[in-house]
């Protein structure tokens, strides 16, 4: 299994940005893919998930209403829309994989298998 994450870069607070995270090589759809941000000094944090059968999606408290997470089936390309950005969001944005999860896991690091390589998000205020 391969993730890609690209579409990160340099905006100014209030502002937009959409995060592609690119999957290939699962052969069961029974996955859940999260997206998980790192701020220089911190631990990884979670941000968003969407379980892939199932479609549930699931939100930290403080991206909740400002960030989208969705799923492109054709291009096996899962989507973080995030709007209103602040300088806290700031960060590397990391997509993740993980086979068979249940709801409990989806916002724990060590859960996921699979990583994609990290793109880099900075909000200026």
């Known amino acids: 299994v391969q993730l890609q994450a690209f579409g990160g870069g340099l905006v100014q607070a209030g502002g937009s940005l959409r995060l592609s995270c690119t999957v290939s090589?699962?052969?069961?759809?029974?996955?859940?893919v999260a997206w998980f941000r790192q701020a220089s000094g911190n631990e990884r944090e979670f941000v968003a998930a969407?379980?892939?059968?199932?479609?549930?999606?699931h939100y930290s408290d403080s991206v909740k209403g400002r960030f989208t997470i969705s799923r492109d089936n054709a291009k096996n390309t899962v989507y973080l829309q995030m709007t209103s950005l602040k300088p806290e969001d700031s960060g590397i944005y990391y997509c993740?994989?993980?086979?068979?999860?249940?709801?409990?896991?989806?916002?724990?690091?060590?859960?996921?298998?699979?990583w994609g390589q990290g793109t880099q998000v900075t909000v200026s205020s």
């Open positions: 993740g994989l993980s086979h068979g999860l249940i709801v409990s896991q989806l916002r724990i690091p060590r859960s996921y298998n699979y």
């Open positions: 090589g699962a052969t069961s759809s029974n996955y859940a």
């Open positions: 969407r379980r892939w059968n199932s479609g549930s999606i």
